[in-house]
């Protein structure tokens, strides 16, 4: 088999070069050559698809357009780029979800103003009076929780909205019971790869990023029906489903990632999450065959 690897131009660092090493490594485990490709490519080259056509793509990058070009084009992509969208987008994952049997904390999205209202003052004060304070502002596209505040006034959730500008954005009601912890369930189809909690002590996010700790951990299986569904619900291929612990621990859905990072859950169970997908989506195309 033959295969490309489509990641994004911009982002050179170790903790992303190392994901793709990884995913190519397992890739060659199993007779397939994983040819690594990036989204300026992809966007700029018309004769990409004169050499060799690829037989998938493991899309590892959030450029939608991209992605949807090469659909287009007529290549399967994992995950598709409407999967990829809908996660990078966290009004748009509520969106999704909502109405459906996934337990999610209460949200409102912020309204579209055009730039024309000096300020969402009024939408703050609407999020107090139905989520009560403190409450959680998410920017909707970020990564690590770096995106993620947490108001506990007014005057401190106007300071954010007005930090962030014009960046989009959802409120949350903040689950209390999950304060600085979660848990990551890594899925690949319809099973957990491998899952972790993770606690931080200092923040009420839990990211290992923001100094979070993280150990190997039993999902419920609870837990797991939960993210079997958010990927069943959102055409994922594979994913990392977080999730909040709500009153007696009852699973509350956090986020949905596309293309999560599994160096930490590599560390913490010594699972290869890049194997699980190279094993699943090897089997995909083959059954595609028969």
């Known amino acids: 088999m033959y295969a490309w690897l ?8 170790k903790k992303f070069d190392e994901i793709y090493e ?7 485990d199993r007779g397939c050559v994983l040819e690594k490709l990036t989204n300026y490519e992809v966007l700029t080259d018309t004769d990409i698809l004169m050499n060799k056509k690829p037989d998938f793509v493991i899309f590892w990058d959030k450029d939608v357009k991209a ?37 999610m904390p209460k949200t409102m ?22 989520l009560g304070l403190p409450f959680i502002i998410k920017e909707n596209c970020g990564s690590f929780g770096a995106q993620v505040y947490k108001a506990g006034s007014r005057e401190e959730a106007i300071r954010v909205v007005n930090q962030i500008g014009k960046s989009d954005f959802i409120v949350q009601e903040f689950i209390a019971n999950s304060q600085g912890r979660d848990v990551r369930i890594n899925m690949v189809g319809d099973k957990p790869a491998a899952s972790m909690m993770r606690t931080n002590d ?5 990211n290992i990023t923001n100094g979070g700790k993280m150990k190997n951990y039993q999902p419920t299986d609870a837990q797991v029906d939960m993210a079997k569904k958010v990927c ?9 489903v977080d999730i909040l612990f709500g009153e007696n621990d009852e699973p509350i859905l956090c986020e949905v990632n ?12 010594g699972v290869n999450v890049a194997q699980c997908i190279l094993d699943y989506i090897i089997g995909d195309i083959k059954k595609d065959e028969q």
């Open 6 to 13: 489509v990641v994004n131009e911009y982002l050179k660092s």
């Open 22 to 28: 990884y995913l190519i490594s397992a890739a060659k």
């Open 67 to 103: 992605a949807a070009l090469l659909e287009h084009r007529g290549l399967k992509l994992y995950n598709s780029s409407r999967a990829i969208e809908v996660c990078d987008d966290k009004s748009l994952t509520y969106i999704s979800l909502v109405g459906t049997d996934i337990k």
């Open 109 to 130: 999205v912020s309204p579209l103003t055009f730039g024309l209202e000096d300020s969402l003052d009024d939408f703050i004060d609407s999020a107090i009076n139905t």
């Open 202 to 206: 200092s923040d009420f996010r839990a």
């Open 232 to 240: 069943e619900y959102l055409n994922l291929d594979f994913a990392g």
């Open 258 to 269: 596309s293309n999560a990072h599994f160096k930490n859950i590599l560390d913490c169970t």
